[in-house]
């Protein structure tokens, strides 16, 4: 009781105290502050990643913040944005010194910052351990959502135009997409949405769609009732370990952040996102059992596949699976459906305070023998059918260390997989990261999604050692080496090959409104170069570098300045080198008294090819990822307005425009455009009641 007196004084002292100071901080939009995570997360990878759940947990928190006196860890995993030290602290923080009695107080938390602390304020509050609310009261005060969303590209592309023969092809539908979304959710207990989409080129209550939509999408979950911790029925993910064994969602893998090489599984949750391939289709429970959770769940879904001609005892045959989702064409449209895709599997998890550990075991079966192309790289091309996983992860925390790994096995052909890291606290001014992996030339890459150099967990040896380092305030040093090899050809590497990356980046905050990075980059690898003289093929070595400065400014909370130059270079033998560059300015603004936001980009950029491409993240509207990359010469621009007529109602409206100064003509094929510039229009509507 004592202790408790001494906390209460010495946190209201701490609160006169830092009042001044914080009151010099600029206050952040809390919708923005999303935005604005989201593109820091994303210009760390050149992935093309879905955040959607990132983001809906977020907005989620937005309007029920998370008590951290009365959550889990698995809970505070949902602020992304914090690191695997940050949510531990935390957590240990409020198991040693009791409850958080106010937002100042976290300042005592080890390896909190102010400006972390200003990030997480509008997604938690500090209150009292209480009782669940009743399922009925929470379903008579839940959210509903409904948003609808429409995009084309202004230019008419030559899959729309009336084909020159009865038989060429073409676009069956119109070339606008459209999105529409509901969602219910009452707090973290009961949720259930329906989702529909159309995309450009295909058809829309006629042809192939008679019903209106391609693609349809429905979820139910319910959590915390009686013995159940979670179900989930209709479409969802199930995510464990750390991604060997078994995980249906996409997910970011090697980034500039050296300390983002562990994956936080979420188990099963909700499929909203319009994905349209890798999810699973049926139903789903996990039950908990003192410190340990049981979760089975089970799926059956047609995917698309390409056919072969014939039939062998009529079976049929797939040279491939499609994973774009696209069914604009004949032949996509023929694709559509064509198999059934059986996946069954379960796991067992141990949660304890300082040890979590799991075993998983996934089946996958789909209605179809797989035929595998002659291609020499493809000879151990792991078979998307009749495969079984069975895998065991562990993670141990030692005092501000933590332990990590997976190793799985598909025991019908003892191809395997291993992946075993740490992440280390070594002062409160270094922290270190290592990650080994090595993955079997014939191990699956279905239904995966481990850390990995190449496409997948597959094919691969290497090592990944990281280091950040906070040697004065306000600055922050990091960087990492990755080296890794191919036992087996890859596409377009005709031998076993070898490779490495680094990495290094700084970042400094001059103020609380004025912040520089810059990075450094260079990327080792192998590939194949035809020779002119006897059309012999031979591995030869490539090398890719890129570098980065950026600096941003906000000078109020209403304003915000981005300037960024990117430059890149690319070199082989046969090619010579090639450079390029890109520079940028955005600019962000909202109305201090309307609920107007306003985000523009004016970008330049001159890259001599593909190889020296440049990706770089765009603001989009929400549930929308916007990752172009820029290659060619010429100019890139977009303007997005955010308007909220009323609390309850949001509307969006994009523009954007590539303009090329070196070409006649756009893309290829179907989406060939004639001219040298691209416009792309979006608009979108969200109502909450």
């Not at 106010?102 to 390896?111: D, H, N, P, R, T």
């Not at 199930?238 to 599984?265: H, M, V, Y």
């Not at 089970?298 to 045959?317: P, V």
């Not at 070595?541 to 000078?555: D, I, N």
Request: net charge positive.
């Amino acid at each position: 009781m004592c202790l408790n007196r001494y906390k209460i004084v010495f946190i209201l002292i701490l609160l006169f105290a830092m009042q001044k100071v914080w009151s010099q901080g600029v206050v952040v939009d809390p919708q923005q502050l999303i935005s604005d995570i989201i593109e820091d997360m994303s210009s760390k990878t050149d992935q093309e990643i879905d955040y959607t759940p990132i983001v809906e947990d977020l907005t989620y928190l937005l309007e029920n913040p998370l008590n951290i006196n009365q959550c889990s860890l698995e809970d505070l995993s949902k602020l992304a944005f914090l690191s695997d030290f940050q949510i531990k602290s935390l957590w240990d923080y409020i198991q040693t010194n009791g409850n958080v009695l106010s937002i100042y107080e976290l300042q005592l938390v080890f390896g909190f910052e102010k400006a972390d602390i200003q990030r997480i304020v509008p997604f938690i509050k500090i209150g009292n351990p209480n009782d669940l609310e009743p399922l009925k009261y929470l379903l008579r005060n839940g959210r509903h959502e409904v948003s609808v969303k429409s995009s084309t590209i202004l230019e008419n592309q030559a899959g729309y135009k009336n084909p020159s023969t009865p038989e060429a092809s073409r676009y069956l539908g119109s070339k606008y997409s459209l999105y529409t979304r509901y969602s219910f959710q009452a707090k973290d207990r009961m949720a259930f949405g329906l989702l529909a989409e159309k995309d450009a080129g295909e058809q829309f209550f006629k042809g192939a769609n008679q019903k209106g939509f391609d693609y349809l999408s429905g979820y139910f979950t319910l959590s915390k009732v009686g013995v159940i911790k979670k179900l989930v029925v209709g479409d969802f993910d199930a995510e464990f370990g750390q991604g060997l064994t078994f995980w249906s969602n996409l997910s970011a893998g090697k980034s500039s952040d050296p300390l983002g090489i562990r994956k936080r599984p979420r188990g099963l949750v909700k499929h909203s996102s319009a994905n349209e391939n890798i999810f699973l289709r049926g139903a789903g429970v996990t039950i908990p059992i003192k410190k340990f959770d049981f979760t089975v769940f089970g799926s059956y879904k047609k995917i698309d596949a390409s056919l072969d001609d014939t039939l062998i005892d009529g079976q049929k045959y797939f040279t491939s699976l499609p994973q774009s989702g696209l069914h604009r064409t004949p032949t996509e449209i023929s694709s559509k459906g064509a198999l059934g895709e059986l996946i069954a599997g379960g796991n067992i998890s141990y949660k304890g305070r300082k040890i979590t550990g799991g075993i998983t075991i996934s089946h996958v079966r789909v209605d179809g023998g797989f035929r595998v192309d002659s291609s020499l790289y493809k000879l151990y091309s792991p078979s998307p059918t009749g495969r079984t996983n069975i895998g065991f992860n562990l993670q141990r925390y030692i005092k501000n260390h933590l332990l990590f790994g997976e190793v799985t096995l598909e025991p019908k052909t003892s191809e395997h997989a291993m992946l075993i890291g740490g992440l280390f606290k070594l002062s409160p001014l270094v922290e270190f990261s290592v990650l080994g992996r090595s993955y079997t030339r014939g191990y699956t890459n279905i239904y995966t999604s481990a850390f990995a150099e190449g496409s997948g967990a597959y094919n691969e040896k290497g090592i990944f050692t990281g280091i950040t380092l906070f040697p004065i305030k306000r600055l922050t040093l990091s960087g990492y080496i990755d080296i890794f090899s191919f036992p087996w050809l890859k596409y377009r590497v005709n031998a076993p090959s070898t490779g490495h990356e680094y990495l290094v980046q700084s970042e400094y905050r001059f103020s609380a409104t004025f912040t520089g990075q810059v990075r450094y980059r260079i990327k080792s690898s192998e590939q194949n170069y035809i020779s002119e003289c006897d059309r012999m093929v031979v591995v030869i070595p490539q090398k890719s570098q890129s570098a980065r400065v950026q600096l941003t400014y906000a000078p109020d909370k209403g304003l915000m300045l981005r300037s960024r130059f990117d430059f890149t270079e690319f070199s082989n033998d046969s090619t010579g080198r090639e450079r390029g560059y890109a520079l940028s300015q955005d600019i962000g603004y909202t109305h201090p008294k309307y609920p107007i936001t306003v985000s523009f980009r004016f970008a330049i950029f001159d890259t001599p090819s593909w190889n020296t491409r440049i990706y770089s993240y765009e603001s989009d509207m929400l549930y929308t990822f916007s990752v172009p990359a820029y290659s060619s010469k010429g100019i890139r621009t977009y303007i997005m307005l955010a308007y909220s007529p009323t609390s309850r109602i949001d509307c969006w409206l994009r523009w954007s425009q590539t303009y090329y100064s070196d070409v006649k003509e756009i893309g290829q094929g179907l989406d060939l455009i004639n001219g040298n510039q691209k416009n792309d229009l979006r608009v979108m509507v969200r109502v909450r009641f």
